[in-house]
């Protein structure tokens, strides 16, 4: 077995297979959203906001679209996701929950590798073609990159606060 010889180790020293998320100076507080039992992803009584994409015709029916208005409208923070939230079939699907998780947020995620219907009716739902996908408080938020950048700014932080509060 041939040894490595230090200049060949040295750029893999102290690599890392994942790259942390930025730590961030303060934290959001949810005090004034009481904490209560996670709701089952069933299709809820609160009225879902149609996302202004869905409206027009594409290749989700409207029975597809009703169900996804229900369910993004069933609960404050819902990430469709390639796998689960404990686990994550993708890096950016495990960058978001990192992310939510980092911020103490109750949310629900529905894996998209588990139904291809399901999977190309979100692609015409919210004229978004790539997952993870985030709905804040009914409402299509973004992708991995646009969730980061919003994280990295305290619009998320800010956008999460608002939504618990409603």
Known sequence: ?????APAAAPLAGASL????PTRPHSVSFAAAPRTAP?????GARPA???AAAAGGGA???DMRETLDKVVGAHKVVLFM??????????FSHTVVQILRSLDVPFETLDVLSNDALRQGLKDYSSWPTFPQLY????????CDITLEAYKSGELQETL??????
């Open 1 to 5: 077995m041939a040894a490595v010889s």
């Open 18 to 21: 994942r790259t942390p998320l």
């Open 39 to 43: 709701r089952p992803l069933t299709l």
């Open 49 to 51: 906001r149609r996302l």
């Open 60 to 62: 989700a029916g409207p």
């Open 82 to 91: 390639k796998g689960t939230k404990d686990f994550p079939q993708c890096g």
């Open 136 to 143: 804040i408080d009914g409402e299509f938020f973004g992708g």
């Open 161 to 166: 606060e608002k939504a618990m509060c409603s």
